[in-house]
């Protein structure tokens, strides 16, 4: 067992690294967050002017995600509804 709950914790590649704080500090910019944009940009070592040409917009990245969710629930709903019926 791994230490710190690490275990099952995706290891990414440093150019996936690097994409997720991009996407996040556009996420920060698009929210508002231009104080704490500065400073993760400088935390994080963001130095490029172009980094939010790379980044993915996290807002369609979620909104996909809770649609995929609510298809397994969905779908989950309606094979109990079908065995109910059937039993």
């Not at 440093?14 to 991009?22: A, C, D, G, R």
């Not at 929210?31 to 130095?47: D, P, Q, V």
């Not at 397994?72 to 079908?82: E, G, H, L, P």
């Amino acid at each position: 067992m791994a230490k710190n709950g690490t275990e099952n914790k995706a290891q990414l590649k440093p150019e996936q690294k690097s994409l997720l704080f991009y996407s996040f500090a556009l996420c920060l910019g698009s929210y508002g967050f231009s104080k704490t944009l500065k400073r993760f940009l400088s935390e994080a070592r963001i130095k490029d002017d172009d980094w939010e040409a790379s980044a993915l917009n996290l807002d369609d990245i979620f909104s996909k995600y809770l649609e995929t969710c609510n298809d397994v629930y969905t779908n989950v709903d309606i094979q109990k509804d079908q065995g109910e019926l059937y039993e």
